[in-house]
């Protein structure tokens, strides 16, 4: 799909198009039109982030209030999108009327441009009658694919399920982890350090602006993806023996950053080359010494490492994300998280089998659907070489509702809401028999 140069709105509509209708990640599409994206200047890129990601976060709403103005579907997908891209300008971002009907319509492609007079109409009488959408966009049950709502208020009840999704329509804020001593380089921005010692930016920047950046002081890591490792270092800080972990699943990398700041050895095993790419990129940026195996972890069978400790944050549907990542609400169908759950008890199975008697394995998924998380680790404590190590009050602090009667974490997104919330994940802490 050809863009304008310098066109935001195209561009926009080439990302959307990927992520709604080939099923790329809104974080991998721009990883792979990096150089397009790069011609445009900072102020461009901030608006074309925003369109995307208000498009996809608000899909819901929007389709809604498009099919009241249609007589019958429209079955092209890249008109659908244009008439998002409208629709999200009007009603959520505020652009004025006539700019954001006239430049949407003329996004159209040539070979589409039978349609211009539909979209215009459409947009035209949305921006005349916004006040007639209020019902729409604020009531919670449009937000989501209904298969995806049901079950939720089915696991999590309905109250649990508004209270998510209130936090998915969000904009997450910044995650810093560092060590408390090196707080000082953010007291002149607007921060707040939360339980667990993390600090979070209320203010969006750009990442490579902030300070120390390239002195590699600091990483990013939302502030629930630093418990599943801080729940391994727990157990191994007092273990005398000689400490060699492993992050399976390890891009891009932000939970071996954090192993390898706890002084742990570490070998982290992916697969996903341009992932890979970006871990190398931010353990450099770091200044840490790394050992990066690229390879299928189930595939990976070492002979000779004595193994202390497993971190294994599974490949997952990502449901606890869509406040970062709300392209996944789009994505992702039930039979998904039935594939991925196979997935996710052969990595546990093999993570077993190379870890020695005595270790430690963390199992982490940032999924709030128990057939990734609960349901797993309760069928893998009737295996005869598993033996759960509960997760106490003490490790977590202000998350103790997220410690479920076996001794598991399950968070979910709108927990810390009094700080902004964060992602959700499922965690299990086992040792190896």
Same mark, same amino acid.
């Given at each position: 799909m050809k863009i304008k140069k310098n066109d935001t709105r195209s561009f926009a509509l080439k990302i959307l198009y990927n992520i709604l209708h080939k099923n790329i990640f809104f974080s991998d599409a721009l990883i792979r039109y990096e150089n397009d994206?790069? %011609?445009?200047?900072?102020?461009?890129?901030?608006?074309?982030?925003?369109?995307?990601?208000?498009?996809?976060?608000?899909?819901?709403?929007?389709?809604?209030?498009?099919?009241?103005?249609?007589?019958?579907?429209? #079955?092209?997908?890249?008109?659908?999108?244009?008439?998002?891209?409208?629709?999200? !300008?009007?009603?959520?971002?505020?652009?004025?009327?006539?700019?954001?009907?006239?430049?949407? /319509?003329?996004?159209?492609?040539?070979?589409?441009?039978?349609?211009?007079?539909?979209?215009?109409?459409?947009?035209?009488?949305?921006? @005349?009658? !916004?006040?007639?959408?209020?019902?729409?966009?604020?009531?919670?049950?449009? *937000?989501?694919?209904?298969?995806?709502? @049901? #079950?939720w208020e089915k696991n999590h009840g309905e109250n649990n399920t508004k209270l998510i999704i209130k936090s998915l329509l969000s904009e997450p804020y910044i995650d810093i982890s560092i060590k408390t001593s090196e707080n000082k380089i953010f007291e002149q921005l607007n921060t707040q350090v939360l339980p667990n010692g993390t600090i979070r930016l209320k203010n969006h920047y750009k990442i490579s602006s902030l300070p120390k950046y390239r002195e590699g002081n600091w990483w990013v890591q939302d502030a629930a993806a630093t418990i599943p490792g801080s729940l391994l270092i727990n157990k191994l800080k007092n273990n005398p023996d000689k400490k060699l972990v492993i992050d399976a699943c390890a891009a891009p990398g932000g939970k071996s950053i954090?192993?390898?700041?706890?002084?742990?050895? /570490?070998?982290?095993?992916?697969?996903? #080359? %341009?992932?890979?790419?970006? *871990?190398?990129?931010?353990?450099?940026? *770091?200044?840490?010494?790394?050992?990066?195996?690229?390879?299928?972890?189930?595939?990976?069978?070492?002979?000779?490492?004595?193994?202390?400790?497993?971190?294994?944050?599974?490949?997952?549907?990502?449901?606890?994300?869509?406040?970062?990542?709300?392209?996944?609400?789009?994505?992702?169908?039930k039979r998904d998280i039935e594939n991925l759950s196979r997935i996710q008890i052969k990595l546990l199975k093999h993570s077993l089998k190379i870890l020695r008697p005595g270790g430690t394995l963390v199992?982490?998924?940032?999924?709030? %659907?128990?057939?990734?998380?609960i349901n797993i680790a309760r069928k893998a404590l009737s295996w005869p070489n598993v033996e759960l190590s509960k997760i106490s009050d003490e490790e977590l602090p202000k998350l103790e509702e997220s410690i479920t009667k076996?001794?598991? /974490? !399950?968070?979910?997104?709108h927990y810390w809401s009094e700080f902004g919330g964060l992602d959700g994940f499922f965690i299990a802490r086992f040792e190896k028999k």
């Open positions: 994206f790069e %011609e445009f200047n900072d102020k461009d890129k901030k608006y074309i982030y925003q369109l995307i990601i208000t498009v996809i976060r608000r899909l819901g709403y929007i389709e809604r209030i498009i099919n009241l103005h249609l007589q019958k579907p429209i #079955k092209n997908p890249e008109i659908k999108i244009v008439l998002g891209i409208g629709v999200a !300008q009007i009603i959520y971002l505020r652009t004025p009327d006539y700019a954001a009907v006239n430049q949407t /319509v003329n996004i159209i492609k040539p070979k589409l441009n039978s349609f211009k007079p539909l979209v215009n109409a459409i947009l035209r009488k949305i921006a @005349k009658n !916004q006040e007639k959408y209020f019902n729409i966009t604020n009531s919670t049950k449009h *937000m989501l694919p209904s298969w995806i709502l @049901k #079950k954090q192993l390898l700041r706890s002084g742990l050895e /570490v070998i982290s095993i992916d697969r996903n #080359k %341009e992932r890979i790419n970006t *871990m190398i990129k931010n353990l450099k940026r *770091m200044n840490l010494t790394y050992n990066i195996i690229d390879n299928n972890f189930l595939n990976w069978n070492p002979t000779s490492l004595d193994i202390s400790g497993i971190l294994l944050d599974a490949p997952c549907s990502g449901t606890g994300t869509l406040r970062r990542n709300p392209d996944i609400i789009w994505s992702r169908k199992y982490a998924v940032c999924s709030i %659907e128990p057939e990734e998380g076996e001794g598991f /974490v !399950q968070i979910l997104p």
